[in-house]
Antibody, heavy 123, light 106 residues
């Protein structure tokens, strides 16, 4: 059974850096085709993709946020870490990590997802 | 970025109704289109991948179709547990989601 759980600070101040950790079980990030993605959802709004890291350490980022994001993996701890710099109140959202289910190139679908962690940006 | 437009943004339906949700891409995406269900306060759940493949464990009343730019999610007979918001997501290039379709009880 695959499970993922997000953790990190709930409240951050504007201009600070957000660090979120996704701790997973049931799969290995060294297995061919596997990946973990990060997403967010502002209150009452749609889902937005942020970043994705693959088993081979290749990374992809949302173009609009690329300059602020970094995604890394620690395969020994079964963790993926997302950092987002220069946080702003508009970054207030629930942040999710999810397992990339497909084993084929370009077929980036995600299942299952973590429960999500709320992040509030406020001074 | 490829823009994904869902319609309608919301709909009201009764148990047993056939429901169709449409997702249109701003350019061709072949069949790199996935559908998710999200209930209030919970994480999204994958329903359909690669436009028409039913994810394991998802009821067969859910189906997906389409290719190129136009895609459809159909619920053949709406059940109480299907009242939720549905999102499409493309993976042809930079991942993007549609704006969501909220399915409410009539």
């Amino acid at each position: 059974q695959i499970t993922l759980k997000e953790s990190g600070l709930t409240l951050v101040k504007p201009t600070q850096t957000l660090t979120l950790t996704c701790t997973f079980s049931g799969f290995s990030l060294t297995t061919n085709g596997v990946g973990v993605g990060w997403f967010r959802q502002p209150p009452g709004k749609a889902l937005e993709w942020l970043a994705l890291i693959y088993w081979d350490a290749e990374t992809r980022y949302s173009p609009s946020l690329k300059s602020r994001l970094s995604i890394t993996k620690d395969t020994s701890k079964n963790q993926v870490v997302l950092t987002m710099t220069d946080m702003d109140p508009v970054d207030t959202a629930t942040y999710y990590c999810a397992h990339r289910g497909s084993k084929t190139v370009m077929d980036d679908w995600f299942d299952p997802w973590g429960q999500g962690t709320p992040v509030i940006v406020s001074s | 970025d490829i823009q994904m437009t869902q319609s309608p943004s919301s709909l009201s339906a009764s148990v047993g109704d056939r429901v169709t949700i449409t997702c249109r891409a701003s350019q061709r995406i072949n069949n790199y289109l996935n559908w998710y269900q999200q209930k209030a306060g919970t994480a999204p759940k994958l329903l359909i991948y690669a436009a028409s493949s039913l994810q394991s464990g998802v009821p067969s009343r859910f189906s997906g179709s389409g290719s190129g730019t136009d895609f459809t999610l159909t619920i053949s007979s709406l059940q109480v547990e299907d009242f939720a918001t549905y999102y499409c997501q493309q993976s042809y290039n930079t991942l993007t989601f549609g704006g969501g379709t909220r399915v409410e009880i009539k």
